[in-house]
Antibody
Framework: QVQLRESGPTLMKTLETLSLTCSVSGVSVRSGSYLWTWIRQHPGKGLEWLGHISHSGNTHYNPSLTGRLTISVDKSRNRFFLRMTSVTVADTAIYYC?????????WGQGTLVSVSS | QSALTQPASVSGSPGQSITISCTGSSSDFSTYNYLSWYQHQPGKAPKLLIYDVTNRPSGVSPRFSGSKSGNVASLTISALQAEDEAHYYC???????????FGGGTKLTVL
């Protein structure tokens, strides 16, 4: 059974760097079929695609976050990461990791990250 | 502002059917059939209900069905049950520099 689980800080200050981990079980991140994806949801808002990384390490980021966002993978430990620099209050959101292709078939439960000034 | 447009809320009584719409543009599912629907209940992981406009993943109830006409996609839930109360999101691949976009979500209330 495929499972994803996010972990990381829940409270941050502005201008700090956010680092989140998505631990994957039931499938290998080495699989060539999937895009390992980060999605977030601002309080009371819809979903926002942040970016993804493929098994080969190719990444694609939301242009609105270009320069601030890095997604990487640790194949040996079957997990992938999100790193977002210079966070602001506007980055307060629930962050989800998901397995993607043309849709997102497995998601983590999400982790709430609150940024304060 | 979300790239795909959904109604903020819908409601229905148990046993009834409801339909949630998702309006896009020529850069997304009206051209590509990579439109999906997700159910999100509080404290749970979002769940894929429909992919590629009309397909249900294994294990998803046949009460959930998807369709598309032009730039409007629809999710229909038949024989409503109390457990269907949730937020529902549409999502689509696009040929823009943001390859995946979502709707703002629709809150379904089962009366």
């Amino acid at each position: 059974q495929v499972q994803l689980r996010e972990s990381g800080p829940t409270l941050m200050k502005t201008l700090e760097t956010l680092s989140l981990t998505c631990s994957v079980s039931g499938v290998s991140v080495r699989s060539g079929s999937y895009l390992w994806t980060w999605i977030r949801q601002h309080p009371g808002k819809g979903l926002e695609w942040l970016g993804h990384i493929s098994h080969s390490g190719n990444t694609h980021y939301n242009p609105s976050l270009t320069g601030r966002l890095t997604i990487s993978v640790d194949k040996s430990r079957n997990r992938f990461f999100l790193r977002m620099t210079s966070v602001t209050v506007a980055d307060t959101a629930i962050y989800y990791c998901a397995r993607g292709s043309w849709s997102f078939d497995f998601w983590g439960q999400g982790t709430l990250v609150s940024v304060s000034s | 502002q979300s790239a795909l447009t959904q109604p903020a809320s819908v409601s229905g009584s148990p046993g009834q059917s409801i339909t949630i719409s998702c309006t896009g543009s020529s850069s997304d599912f009206s051209t590509y059939n990579y439109l999906s629907w997700y159910q999100h209940q509080p404290g749970k992981a979002p769940k894929l209900l429909i992919y590629d406009v009309t397909n249900r993943p294994s294990g998803v109830s046949p009460r959930f069905s998807g369709s598309k006409s032009g730039n409007v996609a629809s999710l229909t839930i038949s024989a409503l049950q109390a457990e269907d109360e949730a937020h529902y999101y549409c999502g689509s691949y696009t040929n823009t520099d943001t390859p995946w976009v979502f709707g703002g979500g629709t809150k379904l209330t089962v009366l």
